[in-house]
């Protein structure tokens, strides 16, 4: 059973950066997905980055040039980079893990941290 620990939120000014991590552990993923999705109050939830077991990468448009998502596949972390923050970007952000068993995906998610903006 894979369980996610996310660290790293808090509370910055605009234009600001701030690192999020996500620790996997558990039984480790030979294929999987692992990202970041935000929920603001008031919004749904969405995707912000992710990236595969293989190093593909997928950002949302509103973070492109700003936020950069990577892993260590030897740790079983990703991470989020998150510069040039906007009040806009204030949120929940969950990690994710999309775990392929070989017939199915598996979802697991952490348990959330909070980024605040200000501006």
């Known amino acids: 059973q894979v369980q996610l620990v996310e660290s790293g939120g808090g509370l910055v000014q605009a234009g600001g950066y701030l690192r999020l991590t996500c620790a996997a552990s558990?039984?480790?993923?030979?294929?999987?997905?692992m990202g970041w999705y935000r929920q603001a109050p008031g919004k749904q939830s969405e995707l912000v980055a992710d990236?595969?077991?293989?190093?593909?990468?997928n950002n949302a448009d509103s973070v492109k040039g700003r936020f950069t998502v990577s892993r260590d596949n030897a740790k079983d972390t990703v991470y989020l980079q998150m510069n040039s923050l906007k009040p806009e970007d204030t949120a929940v952000y969950y990690c994710?893990?999309?775990?392929?068993?070989?017939?199915?995906?598996?979802?697991?998610w952490g348990q959330g941290t909070q980024v605040t903006v200000s501006s």
């Open positions: 558990g039984m480790p993923a030979s294929i999987d997905v």
């Open positions: 994710n893990d999309k775990i392929w068993s070989g017939s199915n995906w598996s979802y697991v």
């Open positions: 990236i595969s077991s293989g190093g593909n990468t």
